[in-house]
């Protein structure tokens, strides 16, 4: 009896590559494929460097991917990528995707994954560097074809059946608004994340311009949003849905102390250290100081690490003067003037620092210029009455820009993202007001993550918000 013939062909596996930093081997399957399903596997011949970027300004992941300029950099061949292409698709008129997967092995010898998921590549640029041809690939959360690339009608009257003659000028919640509208483009109805989204009180009347993305759409309606405790908005994308809450309410839910025990939000990202080399140490009953003990291990940052920038003298002539609404109500026509909006001491009652530890001790992180009383006057022709709040908002989110900063580098985290916030803190004699204001919770406006050969960082940039009075 003669044997069977048995393969001797061994499957195919996809391409992973292997990048070792921070003493930890990390694997990485990249794969670029197009709307038809055809794709190549990101080799290590290939991979250059992968790169994670997140900002306070925009609720989606980015980054880029560099890759070796082969000729064949963009042959596609048919690949099983265990998912619907199709569905993928449906996210607007996209041309090309980035299925992109990172993980590594942890001491008791299990696959942590770190990331995996699907990007859309917004877009490609070719160039040389140390005399090597390169591709950038550009990629974006896929959502965001949907939002970009599609042109459709879209108008506040959709909100609310109506009869041809009411249509227009009516004012809906922005809220509300901005949730029909993402609704809308991306046509899915569970993009909401109904649990962590205010409405809010803001109203509007709102028609997207012909021929333009639901971006600006979005930008419009953001404007107008005034949150249910009267402050502004964080709009944010986590795990395939949006979420939109007070930048208050995402404060207040970052701390709390009850009984002397300490429970820290989802909001908080990573505790870190200051290293001095001053062992002149000052002991005091600052809770923000020394708030998770002395034998927490906290992430150590050298002082020559951090670069920090305290606020400008001038800040409050040039850039965060007093925004005054002069309102005028067309139906009453009658002229409001809201001149106990939009100060510095209203922003203060609206951000929730008492929250923070010592909040009662806390101010925000900046001081009023009462001495030249600089007013921005802002003219609003409406009659909605959350329009009084308009200028306090606006003044709340210029803060970002103008409170005192620290940026730095530290071991990677891709969690490490903006509208999230950490924690610092120092041993260190009271040498001056910066150190004295340097402990207690940060926010993260911008996060870089790279990931290549023998380096695996973060470079963060984060603001104060609080400062002892």
């Known amino acids: 009896m003669t044997t069977p013939a048995t393969s001797k062909v061994i499957p195919k596996k996809p391409s992973t590559v292997r990048v070792t930093a921070n003493s930890t081997d990390y694997n990485i399957t990249a794969v670029l494929f197009n709307n038809k399903g055809e794709g190549r596997f990101i080799d290590s011949n290939s991979l250059e460097g992968l790169v994670f970027e997140t900002s306070y300004n925009t609720p989606f992941l980015m980054g ?10 963009d042959i596609l061949n048919k690949v099983d990528l265990k998912s619907s292409i199709s569905n993928i698709n449906t996210y607007g008129d996209g041309e090309y995707f980035l299925k992109l997967k990172v993980l590594y092995v942890d001491r008791h010898n299990k696959d942590v994954v770190l990331l ?14 140390n005399n090597n041809k390169l591709t950038i690939y550009y990629f974006i959360d896929v959502v965001y074809n949907h939002l970009n690339n599609k042109r459709q009608e879209w108008n506040t009257d959709l909100l609310e059946k109506r009869t041809v003659s009411q249509y227009g000028g009516r004012k809906v919640n922005a809220g509300k608004a901005l949730q029909h509208l993402l609704k809308q483009f991306c046509e899915q109805k569970d993009i909401i994340d109904d649990a962590d989204w205010d409405n809010g009180i803001g109203e509007l009347y709102y028609t997207l311009p012909s021929g333009q ?37 995402h404060i207040s839910q970052l701390y709390k102390k009850t009984n002397n025990k300490i429970d820290i939000g989802t909001g908080m990202t990573a505790v870190f250290k200051v290293q001095t080399n001053d062992h002149q140490q000052q002991y005091n009953n600052n ?25 400008q003298p001038d800040v409050t002539l040039n850039k965060l003067a007093k925004n005054e609404i002069i309102q005028f109500n067309e139906k009453e026509k009658r ?70 900063k620290a940026s730095f580098s530290t071991p990677a985290n891709i969690d490490f993202s903006a509208n999230k916030f950490l924690y610092m803190t120092m041993d260190l004699r009271l040498k ?28 963060i940039e984060c603001v104060k918000l609080d400062k002892p009075k």
Do not use: C
């Open 213 to 249: 993305p639901a971006l600006i759409g979005i930008r419009e309606i953001l404007k107008a949003y005034v949150s249910s405790d009267e402050s502004s908005g964080i709009l944010t994308y986590y795990n395939g849905k949006f979420q939109l809450k007070s930048f208050k309410k």
């Open 287 to 311: 809770e923000a100081i020394d708030l998770f003990g002395r034998s927490f291990e906290y992430i150590p940052i050298s002082l020559k690490a951090i670069k920090l920038t305290d606020i």
């Open 64 to 73: 880029n991917l560099t890759v070796v300029n082969e000729d064949n950099i």
């Open 432 to 459: 001056n007001e910066y150190a004295n204001k340097l402990p207690g919770f940060w926010y993260i406006t911008s996060n870089i993550t790279s990931l290549r050969k023998g380096e695996f960082i973060s470079t």
């Open 335 to 404: 002229f409001t003037i809201h001149s106990d909006e939009g100060t510095l001491s209203k922003v203060e009652d609206i951000t929730g620092l008492e929250n923070f530890p010592n909040g009662k001790n806390n101010k925000i992180n900046i001081d009023e210029n009462k001495r030249y009383n600089v007013k921005n006057k802002i003219f609003k022709m409406s009659d909605v009455s959350s329009i009084r709040h308009f200028g306090t908002i606006q003044l709340q989110k210029q803060l970002l820009n103008s409170l005192s």
């Open 116 to 129: 995996d998921k699907i990007f859309t590549i917004k877009n490609k640029l070719n160039t040389i560097q």
